[in-house]
């Protein structure tokens, strides 16, 4: 997707400053320092590794990074959907202040689907193939009455041509676009207050693409949520999202606002992935994204992304530096950008002095 942020990003809030990635300041979600392992006979799997990162009402919030990122993994860690395998080992996923990992199962049921839904990519798979798409969609409605009429509606609210056909319809007979729109409706008839959207468009062409977010922003804007787009498409959060976190390999390397992200990206792995979108076809990958991730089994104890960063030093890879707050809301991992830490202190040649952060 094709993307300007000069014209079409969002402008930031003068309270941005004030919501870093462990800020808890306005948000109606906030992820606080989230550890997800999956124990395998081969090797614990460590796919998040201290992810934090806040949501706030009304805003569209991306969590933006490569496949194999965990950003899915944070994704379902929200929804309390981390089975075994898997386990969350550290952290917290407070929902207007209540910590979903420790929520009763009865709670859980109530949330998801009416306070908090989520759309994911590839909807074939998570649409039943024998059951008709309305039922579909009456089965997540929180109240009984009138589920018909107010399915129908749910069905016009996302452009659906013909809602009464596709009402009555399987989803086989639906093209990929309408049984997108048919989990957008689903996850929209309760009228959440926060939408994730896991690389929600990833299986649609452009045009369907765009068709789909547009809509979906719309009805989000309408009814004063917020969402949290998970991707790896720069030109998605460009186009649509105010604020921007940058995960690699289960970390969070840089986060600010979408329009700072864009015009002034500070960390080597941000940069590289905007430097790709600028590439003609011919060209190599920027040497931070040319090789592979590190292996989540067996973790460098530095920088993860030092064997792939062009300006890595030796210090990069005998310690992890910490997430720090170079300038007013925009907070970097790496060595070579000092800062306020997450934690509230600051580095100032080689001593550190408290910060309060505000």
């Known amino acids: 997707m094709a993307f300007s942020t000069k014209a079409s990003v969002p402008a930031a809030r003068s309270e941005d400053s004030a919501c870093g990635p462990n800020s808890t300041e306005q948000a109606t979600l906030s992820v606080r320092d989230l550890h997800v392992h999956f124990l395998t006979y081969a090797g614990v799997v460590k796919a998040v590794n201290g992810v934090s990162l806040s949501v706030r009402r009304g805003e569209m919030t991306a969590l933006l990074g490569e496949s194999g990122s965990g950003k899915s993994v944070v994704a379902w860690s929200?929804?309390?959907?981390?089975?075994?395998?898997g386990r969350v080992v550290q952290g917290e996923v407070l929902w207007r202040g209540d910590n979903v990992l420790t929520m009763s199962k009865g709670r859980l049921r109530e949330l998801r689907g009416r306070e908090i839904s989520l759309i994911v990519s590839n909807p074939r798979s998570h649409l039943h193939p024998l059951t008709k798409v309305g039922?579909?969609?009456?089965?997540?409605?929180?109240?009984?009455e009138g589920a018909r009429e107010a399915t129908l509606e749910a069905l016009r609210a996302v452009d659906m041509p013909d809602p009464l056909r596709v009402y009555n319809s399987y989803p086989h007979e639906l093209s990929g676009g309408m049984a997108q729109r048919v989990l957008i409706a689903m996850a929209l008839i309760n009228s959440p207050e926060l939408v994730v959207a896991d690389d929600a468009t990833n299986a649609l062409d452009v045009t369907v693409q765009r068709q789909v977010l547009d809509l979906m922003t719309m009805r989000i804007?309408?009814?004063?949520?917020?969402?949290?787009?998970?991707?790896?498409?720069?030109g998605i959060v460009a186009q649509y999202c105010r604020r921007a976190t940058i995960v690699y390999a289960g970390q969070v390397y840089e986060s600010a606002d979408t329009q700072r992200?864009?015009?002034?990206?500070?960390?080597?792995?941000?940069?590289a992935m905007i430097a790709t979108t600028r590439r003609r076809r011919s060209e190599r990958l920027p040497p931070a994204l040319a090789s592979i991730a590190p292996n989540p089994m067996?973790?460098?104890?530095?920088?993860?992304?030092?064997?792939?960063?062009?300006?890595?030093?030796?210090?990069?890879?005998?310690?992890?530096?910490?997430?720090?707050?170079?300038?007013?809301?925009?907070?970097?991992?790496c060595l070579r950008?000092?800062?306020?830490?997450?934690t509230g202190s600051a580095n100032h040649g080689g001593h550190r002095a408290d910060v309060v952060i505000a």
């Open 78 to 85: 929200i929804f309390g959907l981390i089975k075994p395998p």
């Open 135 to 144: 039922a579909q969609i009456e089965a997540v409605r929180a109240a009984r």
């Open 221 to 234: 804007r309408q009814s004063n949520a917020s969402a949290l787009m998970i991707t790896h498409d720069l």
């Open 261 to 271: 992200l864009f015009e002034n990206p500070l960390h080597p792995y941000t940069q």
């Open 298 to 333: 067996a973790l460098p104890a530095g920088c993860y992304l030092a064997e792939r960063c062009p300006v890595a030093m030796d210090e990069c890879r005998q310690r992890m530096p910490e997430l720090q707050e170079v300038e007013p809301g925009h907070w970097v991992r």
């Open 337 to 342: 950008h000092p800062g306020r830490t997450a």
